[in-house]
């Protein structure tokens, strides 16, 4: 692979200990997967800090018993526990305890605390073109597609090394032929809210499993709809980019969207698709839902505000819960914009840094879940074993409160 004056700086030990190791190991990784080169970054997403993936947190202190310190600015992801409101949600104290831990030394290593799956919400939006290297399923799809950003789907150890370096191997979807399409999707219904950007994301994604589809037929869809095809590409496929033609930055016609190529397949999806796997998806009767969970991908505060405008005046059934969960700078406004205080009124519970998939230490479970969200439903079964209920916003806040 070829090396800059700089990088090979790095390689020999020049700058110490830590890049030099985190060089070794990316350009062993570039060689092995046909890099020619390194390419600068200008952010990273790091997920090492959740206790929930084994051997995550332990690569931590490797980089930290090399003096390592991130080079450039990097945010984190979701962590397994709110330190706010731990006691109410009933996690172990221990576990509590080593949650901290990690965290002051992710702090130590320079990676700005911010806890969210939504990083591009809270400072780390790279613009059109930029390299990344970014962690997080929904967050690289979203990079990737909706900010035309660069970057591969990188797990929490490549994600640091990428940042202690500030250089990845320039390979995959930082190459533009990567990002061409070669799925083409006839969507022949209107898809609107993100409830059905939702389900057809999810569909596609476990029809096609990998590549880049390209969809023709959406005529509009606003940053939560677009948030929302993103995430359920990315919870049953593993898609990491996707073109609307007419709508995302690479896609202004479809031979934009295709470059070169030609579709390898084509697949229609009618309305009685996106209906069947909305049933496929609620394995419960609306009235066995314990618990309704809002914010997957963490909500944004004009979520949080709809949230509370539809509680004002309406309270959370006895015995049921409503989780919303959120990154503490979302809830921060919340709190200074006085919905925190409507939603705790009316006996929801806002959870920040964390959600029910990445949490940790729980004593008592959440019994059956109510979302509208494709990937909480898909993770609720599959991590939470908690049957799940899936349908609207509106409805799920209706089948959780009453006046
Ligand atoms: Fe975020 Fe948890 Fe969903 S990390 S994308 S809220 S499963």
Known sequence: MYLTKEEEKMLSGEYGEAKQWAMEILTKFGDSVGAKKMVPIVSSHISCLSLKIPGENEFIDEVLSRNGRVEIFSTSQCISVDLRTWTEMNIDP????????????????????????????????????????????????????????????????????????????????????????????????????????????????????????????????????????????????????????????????????????????????????LDQLESELSSIDVRQVDTVVLGCPHYSIDEIKNIASYLVGRKVKRGKRLLICTSSVMRHLAERAGYADIIRKAGGIIISDTCPVLMVGLRESFGCIGTNSTKMAHYGRLLTKSETFFSDLRNCLEIITER
């Not at 969210?116 to 790279?126: A, D, F, I, K, M």
């Not at 994600?159 to 070669?182: F, Q, S, V």
């Not at 606003?222 to 990315?234: I, P």
Request: hydrophobic share 40%; glycine share 8%.
């Open 94 to 273: 221990e576990v509590a305890e080593k949650q901290k831990k990690v965290i002051m030394k992710s702090i130590e290593l320079g990676i700005a605390p911010t806890f969210t799956c939504t990083p591009y919400l809270v400072g780390n939006t790279p613009r059109i073109g930029e390299h990344v290297a970014w962690c997080e399923s929904s967050a690289i799809t979203y990079a990737n597609a909706v900010l035309g950003a660069r970057t591969n789907r990188e797990c929490g150890q490549s994600a640091l090394l990428a940042a202690i370096t500030g250089r990845t191997p320039m390979y995959g979807y930082h190459l533009k032929e990567n990002r061409w399409g070669d799925v083409l999707i006839r969507v022949r219904t209107i898809i609107k809210g993100e409830e059905d950007f939702s389900l057809l994301g999810y569909l596609v994604g476990r029809e096609i499993e990998i590549g880049v589809p390209v969809f023709e037929g959406i005529k509009c869809a606003n940053s939560l709809e677009l948030r929302a095809l993103a995430t359920s590409l990315a919870t049953t496929g593993q898609i990491a980019m996707f073109h609307i033609i007419g709508i995302t930055p690479e896609a202004q016609t479809k031979e934009d969207a295709f470059g070169k190529q030609s579709p390898r397949e084509v697949m229609d999806i009618e309305r009685s698709d």
